[in-house]
């Protein structure tokens, strides 16, 4: 079985030394979120994490959850129910959740770590009280007031769940096509009919009432992504005034058999005329849709991070104690039959790697965390812009690479195991299964790639990429003088120079033919996130050298960082290389000529 | 379920219009191997595949073998017998083998085709014939006559299988550390006494007999891998004559649970006392090892390659159905709801990656096949010795690319697929997670790594890699004015050039430091991977524009070499940029800083 210790003292280094996130949420107006209170809430939650859901990991994946035709529920693995109560409990549920609704009221970023080492210590458990969050939003964002006043509390407290209600069996990227119906009722409310496909948490025994938001048709609405209607549908009924009424008519129809988060239930959601209530405008259900998306493309991004530390810590641990072969310069430790397989070199790359992936990737995404706070509270209507901008700009960066790289360094764990990680009771290769979903779900890399070059660079001229190079300019000018990284300062700013030709060169292209956007799009996002991860390690060693870190945790930020920037940035010349060749490599074979 | 068709047209493409097989083969003595012989053999055992054993894959893998501990014996899942008998009855067993033995006589070449057949169709079932060739080469090449008389037939028949026991709790890629001793017994047999893990099909219900290639230590043998034996101990008792006795001390322990290749029995194997036979010199078993290590290597590679092909069949399927969302460039099939996924340039990234890693690593290992047979047959000695260095550079490189290929495009076919592809039932994720294994037995990509630069390299001067480079300047020399290959020459010229180099800087680096070797082999191993896979796409086109195959197969594999020069070859850039910057970003962190 695999071990997981959370990595308190890194998380707190990203939020504190990196970000200096106490001064910034005194800035931001959050009062209470003191480096104590902070801190103590990240202990505490620590302690959930591996002591509560790190133990159940592994039976969610030999148990998974369980489907009763006969009655259409879900029945979650042994033990998930019992720690789910401890986590409503323990009010984890709504920490950066509006106090108005029942929440803690903490800044975004700091529910960063938080997530992190729920999807570390346990996936699957962890998607339960994931998709609360973005049906929080939505009907926070979007919702009536009486819906907000109904649903938003129980959900922040976590006495019911949420879910996402998208995917249909003929489509899941493109929502254009959807079929599902909401016929108006003479109440008000409206009759939902249809099948959802891929919804995670559809059905399940942990709370009493499951609110799914549902995009659905109004009768006679526009083809296309103009014509959807975003709805609140909770399986058991609740009417305006907040009672609770009965059974609703959605049911699940069958549970999903993947190839991990065995934990997660997967559901195939069968609504039939269910009692519904529209949330937002007829036809502009897009716009809640990408609400409660974005909040959760960060979150998946989150377990791909989670996911990679977990195997790490596991394969480092092996590597220490694993005793095969010498070093090849001669015994290191010449007491033992062989040495430890952390000698070698090949050894400690994949490991290194992993390190370098991990607490670079750490760091980019407590930052969009912090980001979010930023375009919320801060004072000065332009920050907020740009920081509004720079959270757009990265999410399809972390969702994607965090998720890219987490199948990445479960790869690596399994590899340093050798043939011991390819056994199930050694606990790494359900890592790597459980990884596998990351870049599938909540919009595939593919997608996130357009996401990043289609929307945020070139229709939205690129703001949150201009903000993102601003920092890289100005982290550059500020650190010109500082020894501590002074081999940095000359390849980040050639990377990042190279990235804005980059995107001026795709810019152009593709005014002439737009196939070059989705031939460059994955390129390019792979190549932005190695940018933005140098710039990360960079800024982490700059931290670090100035922080009261001690010596051997400021020796692994500098020599990981030289790590990175000597075997991993350059990733960037393939991409580099394939984004200059075009679109015609990929578009001039017919579609027939593909087969051998 | 995932489909399979056996690609017949690339594979007689490879083998008689790239490799000219047909006449190579009359030149090597191979009377029998004509083209129609050849053909025949091909398209019954392609019916085999698809028909008896592809069907026979999912079920393999959602019932696995199953372990009785009472008695000690494993059955294989429902189908697997059947299927083994009517292979054997085909007798397909001894395709390549000796007819001395019992087998067919036909070059090793024409088995490479045969072997992907069945590891695209089953992986797993593949495995129980799979072993026997290793113990077969073994005995041939090392076994006193008796043993070869007694226990060749049987073997090359398919009426018995073989194993290779190496492997310890303690030890796999370390064999010197292995414990099992072998005790003389007083009729000149020994008494095997330990255990060996991950023996694949150690135990199974398909034949009478097993018979175990096993390393074990002689009474004061000297320490390390010197002091290894190898021994030949049949699950029931052979005496030298031939007869049958009883059952022998030799029982399986468990089966592992695996992450995959669940239809193939992984066992635990307990000697205690049995009886087996010294093969070749006491104290010099790792070199009949090696004898059988190698034969398997490149069986593995072929089994990388296999589910890729699968994998990519699937996923090109997929994406002419699914329909989902419009070409950027405007709908390309205006009378459907959407245009099928494969008009996406990024859905073709995937495909034309896995079509070119497919069908170029298809002929860079049916290449290494052939020159097994010029290695044993060819009329001119310094050609055998020249084939034979060859085979011996191609093995780790065969091993470690296709299968990190087989990863790499089982992944993407996953990723055609969408959400759809992590769903078991749709079949593609079982076989990533077969696919996951081949990096990981017969020796994990760093040790194929380590194989390459460190001995192929270093100790036997590079033989290998001058033969594979005297071909790469043969063909550019010839080609210099094919207009088919323009295009190609200068970039496989550059990058075999920077491939000479690099080996150079490396070996430089190597006599000052060893580390350098280990710091540097897997980049080293991919880069060679690249550059052999960039030689055989000029090649292929050269081969396919030269033949008399259609004008869509010539469009197919011009484009998809255009595609492999622009867009995968450039990974030798970031593998050559790792192996410039040295050990030190590898060697210089602790081994206890490492933690975050």
Redesign the interface.
């Known amino acids: 079985m695999s071990q997981y210790k959370v990595?308190l003292?890194?998380m707190q280094f990203v939020l504190f030394d990196v970000l200096d996130g106490e001064a910034e949420f005194q800035r931001l107006g959050f009062t209470d979120a003191t480096r104590d209170l902070l801190d103590a809430v990240l202990e505490e939650s620590a302690r959930f994490a591996e002591n509560v859901l790190a133990p159940l990991n592994e039976v969610g994946d030999r148990e998974g959850c369980t489907f009763d035709k006969a009655t259409g529920k879900v029945t979650t693995p042994a033990g998930f129910k019992q720690a789910y109560e401890q986590y409503v409990d323990g009010g984890w549920t709504g920490l950066v959740s509006s106090v108005e609704f029942g929440g803690q009221g903490l800044p975004q970023a700091a529910g960063f770590p938080q997530k992190e080492m729920i999807d570390a210590a346990n996936l699957a458990w962890g998607n339960f009280p994931l998709l609360s969050h973005g049906a929080t939003e939505a009907l926070l964002h979007h919702g009536e007031d009486w819906q907000r006043e109904v649903f938003l509390k129980p959900l922040v407290e976590g006495r019911w769940t949420g879910t996402m209600c998208l995917?249909e069996p003929?489509?899941?990227?493109?929502l254009?096509?959807l079929k599902t119906r909401a016929e108006p009722n003479e109440d008000g409310s409206y009759a939902i009919t249809g099948t959802k496909i891929?919804i995670t948490a559809g059905d399940h025994d942990l709370t009493d009432n499951i609110i799914h938001l549902v995009l659905a048709r109004l009768p006679e609405a526009p083809a296309g992504s103009k014509g959807i209607s975003l709805f609140v549908v909770p399986k058991v009924r609740v009417a305006r005034d907040g009672s609770i009424g009965e059974a609703n008519a959605v049911r699940c129809g069958s549970i999903?058999?993947?190839?991990?988060i065995h934990g997660s239930a997967t559901c195939v959601m069968n609504f039939d005329g269910a009692q519904g209530y529209l949330v937002g405008q007829p036809h502009k259900g897009m716009v809640g849709m990408f609400t409660m998306m974005n909040a959760a493309r960060l979150a998946v991004g989150l377990q791909g991070l989670g996911l990679s530390?977990r195997a790490f810590q596991n394969a480092?641990a092996y590597s220490?104690d694993r005793?095969?072969?010498r070093?090849?310069?001669g015994p290191k430790f010449p007491d033992k039959?062989?040495d430890?397989i952390?000698?070698?070199?090949?050894?400690?790359?994949m490991?290194?790697t992993c390190?370098a992936l991990?607490?670079g990737g750490r760091a980019m995404s407590y930052h969009a965390g912090l980001q979010i706070d930023v375009s919320h509270n801060a004072p000065d209507e332009n920050e907020r812009e740009q920081a509004d901008a720079l959270v757009g700009f990265m999410t399809p960066i972390v969702k994607a690479c965090l998720t890219e790289w987490g199948?990445e360094c479960t790869?690596h764990a399994?590899?340093c195991y050798?043939?011991?990680?390819?056994?199930?009771?050694n606990g790494v290769?359900q890592l790597?299964?459980d990884a596998?979903?990351t870049?599938?779900?909540e919009g595939?890399?593919?997608i996130q790639?357009?996401d990043l070059l289609?929307r945020k660079i070139l229709q939205l001229q690129g703001a949150g990429f201009k903000v993102m190079l601003g920092m890289i300019e100005q982290f550059c000018a500020d650190n010109a003088g500082n020894t501590a990284v002074a081999g940095f300062i000359a390849p980040l700013r050639a990377t990042a120079a190279q990235w804005q030709q980059l995107t001026m060169q795709i810019g152009k292209r593709a005014a002439a033919?737009?196939?070059e956007?989705?031939?460059a799009?994955?390129d390019y996002l792979m190549y932005s996130g190695y940018v933005a991860l140098a710039y990360w390690w960079a800024r982490s060693v700059a931290a670090s050298e100035a922080s009261a870190q001690p010596d051997?945790?400021k020796?692994?930020k500098r020599?990981?960082a030289?790590?990175y920037f000597?075997?991993i940035l350059?990733?960037?010349?393939?991409h580099a290389?394939?984004i200059e060749?075009g679109?015609?490599?990929?578009?001039?074979?017919?579609?027939?000529?593909?087969?051998?």
């Not at 999903?256 to 991990?260: A, D, N, R």
């Not at 952390?342 to 790359?349: A, E, L, N």
């Not at 679109?583 to 051998?596: G, H, K, R, Y």
Request: proline share 6%; glycine share 10%.
């Open positions: 990595p003292r890194d995917t003929h489509c899941g990227t493109d254009g096509l891929f999903e058999h993947k190839m991990g530390d480092l220490r005793l095969q072969m070093a090849l310069s039959p062989a430890p952390i000698v070698h070199p090949d050894v400690r790359r490991l290194l390190k991990i607490e199948v790869y399994v590899q050798g043939g011991h990680g390819y056994i199930a009771e290769e790597a299964r596998r979903i870049t599938l779900y595939t890399t593919g790639a357009l289609g033919n737009p196939e956007i989705g031939a799009a994955y051997s945790f020796a692994g020599e990981t030289k790590f000597a075997r350059p990733r960037t010349l393939g290389a394939a060749s679109s015609d490599p990929l578009m001039t074979l017919e579609a027939e000529q593909f087969d051998t």
